[in-house]
Structure formats: structure tokens, C-alpha cells
């Protein structure tokens, strides 16, 4: 699945990825491929990102915004 990951001033990161996790505002949740779409806002916490290759990235954030739809996920945060 393609995860669009980006802060109000840059690209976090771009990229084919396995699974998203976020700190949703209603609690932390997965995303994996074939996900049901979905719009959620994102409280303060941490992105844990794991690529195709398996490689874990993470990323802190205050807030922001998760949409996923037809394998395609695109986050908004402020870092």
C-alpha cells in the first residue's frame, strides 16, 4: 500500500509500506493492506511505520489527520 506522510512544511516520507500504525483520537489503530476506507483525526503520540522490507520508522506527532482509501493512505500531521 503507498503511505503519503506529510507535515505542514515537508514529506516525512513516501513510499510502499505493510503497516501504518496511529494514534487515532478515538484510540491507536492499524492499518493494513485492503484497509475499509477510512478519515480519522490523529492525536499526540507516535507513527510506527514498517516498510515492505520490514524496516520500522517512527514518527512523533502533536496532531493531524489519517484518510486511507483503495490501498492508498495519506497522513497530515504538524511534528
Known amino acids: 500500500m503507498q503511505l ?8 516525512l516520507f513516501s ?16 492499518v493494513l493492506n485492503n484497509h475499509v476506507p477510512i478519515v480519522s483525526s490523529l492525536e ?13 520508522r517512527f514518527f512523533n506527532i502533536k496532531d493531524g489527520f489519517i484518510e486511507v482509501k483503495n490501498n492508498v ?5 504538524t511534528t
Not at 493512505?73 to 500531521?77: G, Y
Open 4 to 11: 503519503e506522510l506529510i507535515s505542514t512544511n515537508q514529506t
Open 15 to 30: 513510499g510502499e509500506i505493510y503497516l501504518i500504525q496511529v494514534p487515532g483520537s478515538k484510540g491507536s489503530f492499524e
Open 44 to 56: 499526540s503520540g507516535k507513527i510506527k511505520i514498517i516498510t515492505n522490507s520490514g524496516e520500522e
Open 73 to 77: 493512505v495519506n497522513v497530515l500531521v
